[in-house]
């Protein structure tokens, strides 16, 4: 939750250049763009939601064939 | 590189991720100021929210359509959805502190005082605190981070009238609870 102050200390609300430079970095933001976008998936056995799905659904078919 | 125009370079981003960087120096600074205000002053945290904003506009560049807008104002948008969703995970109460003239500026706009004493700025704080979150925002960006009605309506993709509208009802609002509560 947000609240506004009056900055009467005179608190810089204004970044420093070296405080600009210390947080710009494209080689970092390239990195990770490139971690999260390129990683490698995930087998689907080792998804456990997913494959309690796939599971049950093969489960529900069999049961179907079965009774028919 | 420097004779082409903003919408080539970002043509070519959208083909070779590499050129993104060429909008990323030119906005890094604008957008990061921008995130480092609205959080209050909080370094790491801007940094953060400035890094996920370039990574967002990164990943989603295929889509950016070029409206005649400047791509600063997609930006905006970006970091102020993920300022806004930084928001939204706190639970603890911060502070976001704002000058004496800003809030001065916000006064006479809103016609409550040419002039206001400490006091007064103190409780104009006070009835600012009470707006709903999204009112903050447009007050915030209007007054305090001193964004133009039009970098503000491409934040929030509307038109620069319907800007101008929202931002005057809050102020009339504001104007309403100002002379109730004195």
Same mark, same amino acid.
């Given at each position: ?5 009056i900055?009467?200390?005179?608190k ?6 070296e405080q ?5 970095d494209?080689?970092r933001?390239?990195?990770e ?12 056995y080792?998804?456990?939601? &997913?494959f309690m799905? &796939? ?5 529900? &078919?069999f ?6 | 590189?420097?004779n082409m125009t903003e919408?080539?370079?970002?043509e070519?981003?959208k083909?070779d991720?590499?050129y ?6 030119k ?6 100021r921008?995130?480092?205000?609205r959080l ?13 904003t370039?990574?967002k506009a990164?990943a989603?560049?295929?889509?950016y359509?070029?409206?005649?807008l400047p791509?600063s104002?997609?930006l905006?948008?970006i ?11 706190q639970?603890k109460?911060y502070?976001v502190?704002v ?13 409550l ?6 006091d007064?700025q ?5 009835i600012?605190n009470e707006l709903d979150e999204?009112?903050?925002?447009l ?5 305090f ?6 970098e503000?309506a491409a934040i929030?993709s ?7 509208m929202r931002?005057y009802?809050i ?8 002379k109730n509560s004195?």
């Open positions: 939750m947000r609240k506004f102050i900055n009467r200390d005179k810089a609300t204004k970044p420093t250049d600009i430079k210390r947080q710009k494209f080689s933001l390239h990195h763009y490139e971690r999260l976008t390129k990683r490698g998936k995930r087998p689907l080792k998804d456990p939601k &997913l799905l &796939l599971f049950i659904i093969a489960l529900v &078919l049961l179907i064939f079965m009774e028919s | 590189m420097k919408s080539e370079i970002v070519m981003a083909k991720k590499s993104f960087g060429v909008l990323y120096n906005y890094f600074e604008q957008i990061f921008f995130s480092f205000q209050g002053g909080m370094e790491d945290v801007a940094g953060d929210v400035t890094q996920q370039f990574i990164m989603n560049l295929s889509r359509e070029d409206r005649g791509f104002s997609w905006y948008r970091a102020q959805n993920e300022v806004s969703m930084y928001f939204r995970k639970k109460n502070t502190p000058d004496e003239n800003r809030i001065q500026d916000l006064a006479s706009e809103a016609n005082s040419s002039y206001m004493s400490m007064d103190s409780h104009l704080v006070e600012l999204e009112h903050m925002d007050i915030e960006l209007r007054f981070q001193e964004l133009s009605f039009k503000i929030y509307i038109t620069e009238a319907n800007a101008k931002t009802r102020l009339e609002r504001l104007g309403k609870k100002w004195k």
